[in-house]
C-alpha cells in the first residue's frame, strides 16, 4: 500500500465489530509505530492498550462517572475550547455532518449527548489505547504524541483496522489510571479506539471535508 493511498483511505470510524484483533498483529503495529520521528528522539509517548475484561470495566466505570456528574479534569487543555473564526466555522460544519449522518437535530440536546457518551463506550471497539505524555511537557512535545497517533492510524488502515482518534478519552482520567495503571506524571492527551471496522454501520458514512490546499499552505519563492 503506498502512503498516499493509506492517507487518502483513512477516516475516523466510530462503528467496530466486536471481533477482537489478534495480540501479535497488535504489538506488530506499536513496535512498527516505534520509529515515529521526535524532537530531540526523546519518544514522550507512553502508550497503555486495553482489551479484554479490562476494557469492558473501563467503560462501565468511564461511563458511572459521567452518569454521576462528574466534571471532566484533563490533564492538558482541550483543542476544541474558545475556538474562533474559521476555526469555530470548521468546528461547526464537523459536527452538523456528524449529526447529520446520524439524523440528529442540532437542537436535540438528549441524542446529542447519547452520541457524545458513546465516545467512552470506545464506539463499540475491542481495543483502546491512552497515549500518554509526561505532565511536565508541554506544546512542542506533543507534536511528537501526533506524529506517534497519526504513525499508529496509517498502520492500522494498512493491516486493514479502523481507529478512532478521541480528546475525549483525557476528560476523565481516574479510572483510566486505576484501570490502565498510568503513573500520575502521565498525563492523557488522547485516546485511539481500534478494531475492525463494522461497515454497515451508518456512523461510518459520516465524511469531512478539508479546506482548500490555499487556505492552509502558502508557497513563497
Ligand atoms: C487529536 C484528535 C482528537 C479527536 N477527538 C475526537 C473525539 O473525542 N471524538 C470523536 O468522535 N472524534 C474525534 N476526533 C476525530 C475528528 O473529528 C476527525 O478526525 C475529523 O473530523 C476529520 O475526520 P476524518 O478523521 O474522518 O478525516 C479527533 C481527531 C483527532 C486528530
New binding site residues.
Partial sequence: MQVTDALRG???I?GFKSTPVADELIRNIFETAQQAPSNCNTQPWEVFVVSGEARDELEKALVAEILAGKQPSPAFPP?DADLTGVYRERQYE?AARYYGTMGIEREDRDARNELMLR?WQFFGAPHVAFLCMPVSMGPVNAIDI?IY?QTLMLLMVEHGLGS??????AFFPDPVREIAGIPEDMGII?GLSFGYADDDAVINT???TRAPLGDCVSFVS
Fill in positions: 483513512r477516516r475516523t466510530r483543542g464537523c465516545n501526533g497517533l478512532c482518534p478521541q480528546g475525549a478519552l488522547c459520516a465524511r469531512m
